[in-house]
């Protein structure tokens, strides 16, 4: 891998991880901190939606985002044709 696909390479990772760290932010801090009074004007399960949105709604996304992560760095991998062994040694520089 050449200077220039390595550093594509890398901005395309910090790129995932800046995005999936903004919808965490999202998430964690606007849906279930901010955002929680108006909300709960809204029943999802029986229970007003800014509770359940802290409670499990968070838990969920926050489980979706690492499946999201592995699966988009597994796609950025192929692109990049890294294999396990590549990414061992190849990166190191």
């Known amino acids: 891998m050449d200077e ?5 390479y890398w901005r395309a990772n910090t790129t995932l991880i800046r ?3 903004i ?3 999202l998430v964690s801090l606007v849906f ?4 929680v009074q108006p909300l ?3 029943r ?11 409670q499990q709604g968070s838990i969920l996304v926050f489980v979706a985002l690492i499946f999201i992560y ?7 991998d192929r692109k990049y044709n890294l294999g396990k062994q590549d990414q ?3 990166l190191k520089k």
């Open 23 to 25: 919808v965490w932010a």
């Open 88 to 90: 061992k040694y190849n």
């Open 4 to 8: 220039d696909q390595r550093r594509s």
């Open 70 to 76: 592995a699966f988009q760095m597994d796609k950025l």
């Open 40 to 42: 709960n004007a809204i």
């Open 19 to 21: 995005n999936l760290l």
């Open 32 to 35: 279930s901190i901010l955002l």
């Open 44 to 54: 999802f399960f029986g229970v007003p939606f800014g509770f359940w949105m802290a």
